[in-house]
C-alpha cells in the first residue's frame, strides 16, 4: 500500500505523542504552582486580615484632679509623676461603672472586669491628658483598646472552651464582652493604628503595629535606591560600553554574576564585621541595613542594566558615532534613554527583593524591639542612624512571640509586605510599558 | 609637502584629490583583511566600491571615517589623508573627523526620536547652530537636500522611525549631510530598499555629488554603473582595479574584474 496522507504513520503519531505529553507537562506544572500560590496567599490571608480590625471600647472616663493633679497647677511636669499604674483604677473603674450603667450583671470581680481593658490603655490615655491638661477634672469620652483576649472573642480566636482553660480570661468575661458588645460599648473597627503604631510588649498583642517597621524599611529602600542605583548603573555603563574587553573585565564579569547568587546571610555577616564592628555605624540602623543591602542588590542592577544596554542595537551607537557624537554623547544621548525601562525595572525588582530580606538584617541587629519612630537624621546619631526594625524581621519577630493573637499580627504584616512588593512590581511593569520604544 | 600637493595637482586630471589612502593594511584579530589598499578618491566624484561579499570593499570605507576605532580587535597600518592630513595622526580627534566625514549605513538606522531631532543632533552635538531659527534652517536645508523635506514638513514631530525604509534611509542621508561633512560615505545604502526607494537615493546621490565627495559601496554592479563616475573593485582583500566606471565595465584589465562583472565569481 502506498502512503496516504490520510493515513498518520507510526513515526508521525509517536512525534504529535510526544508534543502532546509535554504539554500536559507544562500545564499541570503551571497548575501545581498556581494551586500553591492559591494555598499560600489563602492561608495567609485568612490568619492576616483580623489584624486589620481591632476591638475598643468606648468609654467616659472622669479623670479626677486630686489623683492626676495633685499639685494642682495644671504643669505637665507635675502631673506626669503619675504613671500609668495610676490611671489603671481610673479606667477600670469607668468600666465597672458603664456595666452597671448598661444594667449588666456579672459575677465578676471589678478587678476582672479591669483586665478587660488592654493594658496598653492607661498610657494611651495618659499621654492624652499629658498632652492636654485641661482635661483634668472632666469626663471625656475615650476609644480605648479591649485586651487582646477580648479582642479575640470577636475575631473568633478566644472561644468559652479556650477561654476556661485560660488563666487571663474567663467566660463570664467572655459573656459580658458579647453583651457589651451589643449594647454597642465594645465594637470592632478598622485598624489604622496597625500601621501607626509602634511594636508592642508580649503582654499587649493588642497594641502592637508596623509603624517603626514601615519606616526602617523605607529608610533602608531609600538608602539602597541612592547607593545601588547609580554605582549599578555606572559599573555597568563602564563595563558594558567603555571597558576594553579583555581577562580582567571577564573576571569581573564572572564575578558579578557569583555575588548575585552568594547567599544573602553572607551579606550579613560581611556588614555586621565591617559596617558595625569596622566602621562603628549604630547596630539596628537603617543606614547598616540600607548597606548590606545595596551590597546584596548590587549584582542584580548590574546584571539588568548590562542587559538593557546590551539589548539597545549597536545600529543606533552606530548612527550616533556616524554623524560625530563621542563615545560618551552615543551613550547618553542614544542608549541610555533606550536602555531606561530596562534599567528601571531591574532596579525596582532589585529593591523589592531587598525589601523582602530578612537574613542579614538579622545579623546586624534589626530584631531588636524597639519602640521608638527612628528620626532619619539626628544629630547624635547622624543620617539613619537611629535603632529600627524592618518589615520582614517584624513578621519574623512576632511570629516567635509565645500568644496567639501575635499569629495575625504577624499575617497582617506578611499582607502588608506583599502589597508593597505588589505596588513595586506594579510600578515596573508601568514603566516598561510606558517607556518602552521600537525600533 | 608642498611639492606633493602640487605633484597631486598634477596627477589628477581635472579633479582634486579628496582623500588619499596609501598601503592601507586591516587586520581584526588575526585576519588580514585589508591588503596593501591604495587608491586616490576625487572630490565632488560619485566612487563605487564593487566586488564579493567579504571582500574587504565595507571595512576599507569604515577606516576612512574611522569607524573600525570602535570594534577592539581592529587594528589599521598604513596611510589615509583626507586634504593631506592623515586621519590616523595621534593629534587626530575621531569625533572631529566623523563630523567631516559622514556615513549612512547599510540598515537605515534613525534614533527613535522626531525627524526634526534626527536631523538636528548631530548640528546641536557640533554646536553649528547658534540659535533655534539656525538650526530649523539646517533641518530645512538638509531634507530638501535628501529630497524628503515635501514627504516630512508637516510631520517634524513624528517618529523617524514610523516612515517608510525609503523615507528612513533618506532620513539618515539627511542627518549625516546636517553635518555638512565634506565626504559622504555611504555603506549599501539601498540593500535593504524596494526597487523605487533604491532609484530615489541613486538620483539623490547624483545631487549629492555638487556638494560632496561621495563614496558608495554596493553589491549592485548596476548601480555602480548608474551612478558612479570612477569604480575600485575589490577581491579578497585587495584592490584589484580602480578606474572610471566605464572603463571597468566595458574595458576590465584585470581577469578577476572581467569575471565578476560578468557573474563568473562573486
Not at chain 1, 71 to 78: E, H, L, S, T
Not at chain 1, 361 to 373: D, H, N, S, T, W
Not at chain 2, 93 to 121: C, E, H, T, W
Amino acid at each position: 500500500m502506498k502512503n496516504s496522507l490520510l493515513v498518520t504513520d507510526a513515526r508521525t503519531k509517536k512525534r504529535n505523542a510526544k508534543e502532546a505529553r509535554f504539554k500536559a507537562y507544562g500545564l499541570s506544572a503551571i497548575i501545581v504552582a498556581m494551586l500553591a500560590l492559591a494555598v499560600l496567599l489563602t492561608s495567609v490571608v485568612n490568619n492576616g486580615m483580623s489584624a486589620f480590625q481591632q476591638t475598643f471600647i468606648t468609654l467616659q472616663v472622669p479623670l479626677p484632679a486630686d489623683k492626676l493633679d495633685k499639685v494642682g497647677n495644671r504643669d505637665p511636669a507635675d502631673m506626669a509623676k503619675v504613671t500609668t499604674i495610676g490611671y489603671n483604677p481610673i479606667l477600670r473603674d469607668a468600666l465597672v461603672a458603664e456595666v452597671e450603667r448598661q444594667g449588666l450583671t456579672t459575677e465578676l470581680s471589678a478587678k476582672d472586669i479591669g483586665e478587660m481593658i488592654s493594658k496598653e490603655a492607661s498610657a494611651t490615655v495618659r499621654d492624652r491628658v499629658l498632652a492636654n491638661p485641661d482635661l483634668v477634672g472632666q469626663t471625656v469620652t475615650f476609644d480605648i483598646l479591649a485586651s487582646g483576649r477580648i479582642d479575640g472573642v470577636f475575631k473568633g480566636r478566644v472561644t468559652m472552651e479556650s477561654a476556661a482553660l485560660d488563666g487571663n480570661t474567663s467566660p463570664e468575661a467572655l459573656i459580658l464582652a458579647q453583651q457589651l458588645a451589643e449594647a454597642g460599648v465594645i465594637e470592632t473597627k478598622f485598624n489604622w493604628n496597625f500601621f501607626t503604631a509602634p511594636d508592642a510588649s508580649d503582654q499587649r498583642p493588642e497594641a502592637a503595629g508596623l509603624g517603626v517597621a514601615i519606616l526602617g524599611s523605607l529608610y533602608m529602600m531609600l538608602v539602597v535606591l541612592f547607593l545601588a542605583l547609580p554605582i549599578g548603573v555606572a559599573s555597568s555603563i563602564y563595563l558594558e560600553e567603555f571597558a576594553p574587553k579583555n581577562r580582567w573585565t571577564d573576571l569581573i564579569e564572572v564575578n558579578i554574576s557569583n555575588l548575585a547568587a552568594v547567599p544573602s546571610i553572607v551579606y550579613g555577616i560581611l556588614g555586621l564585621a565591617i559596617f558595625i564592628n569596622f566602621m562603628e555605624f549604630n547596630q539596628s540602623s537603617p543606614l547598616v541595613g540600607g548597606l548590606v543591602l545595596t551590597l546584596m542588590t548590587l549584582p542584580t542592577i548590574i546584571i539588568s542594566t548590562r542587559a538593557a544596554l546590551k539589548s539597545v542595537p549597536p545600529s543606533i551607537r552606530d548612527a550616533a558615532l556616524g554623524v560625530g557624537a563621542s563615545k560618551m554623547q552615543s551613550v547618553f544621548h542614544h542608549v541610555l534613554p533606550l536602555a531606561a525601562p530596562g534599567i528601571l525595572t531591574g532596579t525596582i525588582i532589585g529593591l523589592a527583593q531587598a525589601l523582602g530580606e530578612t537574613a542579614p538584617l538579622l545579623l546586624i541587629g534589626m530584631v531588636a524591639f524597639v519602640r521608638e519612630y527612628p528620626a532619619a537624621f539626628s544629630p547624635e546619631s547622624g543620617l539613619f542612624g537611629e535603632a529600627s526594625t524592618a518589615l520582614p524581621v517584624q513578621v519574623y519577630n512576632w511570629t516567635q512571640r509565645s500568644d496567639p493573637a501575635f499569629v495575625e499580627r504577624a499575617s497582617g504584616a506578611i499582607i502588608t509586605l506583599l502589597v508593597f512588593l505588589l505596588i513595586m512590581n506594579a510600578v515596573a511593569i508601568y514603566l516598561r510599558r510606558r517607556f518602552e520604544r521600537r525600533w | 609637502m608642498e611639492d606633493m600637493i602640487h605633484m597631486d595637482r598634477a596627477m589628477s586630471t581635472q579633479q582634486d584629490i579628496k582623500i588619499s589612502a596609501r598601503n592601507v593594511q586591516v587586520y581584526y584579530g588575526d585576519t588580514h583583511a585589508i591588503k596593501d589598499v591604495s587608491v586616490e578618491i576625487d572630490d565632488k566624484t560619485v566612487t563605487a566600491f564593487i566586488g564579493p561579499s567579504g571582500c574587504g570593499k565595507s571595512t576599507f570605507l569604515r577606516c576612512i571615517n574611522r569607524m573600525n576605532d570602535t570594534i577592539d580587535i581592529a587594528r589599521v597600518t598604513g596611510d589615509i589623508r583626507i586634504d593631506n592630513e592623515d586621519i590616523y595622526d595621534p593629534k587626530v580627534d575621531p569625533v572631529q573627523l566623523r563630523a567631516k566625514v559622514g556615513m549612512v549605513f547599510q540598515k537605515p538606522n534613525p534614533f527613535p526620536k522626531s525627524i526634526y531631532d534626527n536631523v538636528a543632533y548631530g548640528p546641536k552635538i557640533h554646536g553649528l547652530a547658534r540659535n533655534k531659527a539656525d538650526l530649523d534652517e539646517i533641518v530645512e536645508k538638509s531634507l530638501r537636500k535628501a529630497a524628503l523635506w515635501n514627504e516630512a514638513k508637516d510631520r517634524l514631530d513624528a517618529p523617524g522611525t514610523g516612515l517608510s525604509g525609503g523615507q528612513q534611509q533618506r532620513l539618515c542621508i539627511a542627518r549625516a549631510i546636517a553635518t555638512a561633512p565634506e565626504v559622504l560615505l555611504m555603506d549599501e545604502p539601498c540593500s535593504a530598499l524596494d526597487p523605487i526607494a533604491t532609484a530615489q537615493v541613486e538620483e539623490l546621490i547624483d545631487e549629492l555629488r555638487q556638494s560632496f565627495s561621495v563614496v558608495i559601496v554596493t553589491h549592485s554592479m548596476q548601480q555602480a554603473a548608474r551612478v558612479s563616475q570612477k569604480t575600485a573593485f575589490f577581491h579578497l582583500g585587495n584592490l584589484v582595479e580602480y578606474d572610471d566606471t566605464d572603463k571597468i565595465f566595458t574595458n576590465p584589465q584585470d581577469p578577476r574584474t572581467e569575471s565578476y562583472i560578468s557573474g563568473r565569481i562573486g
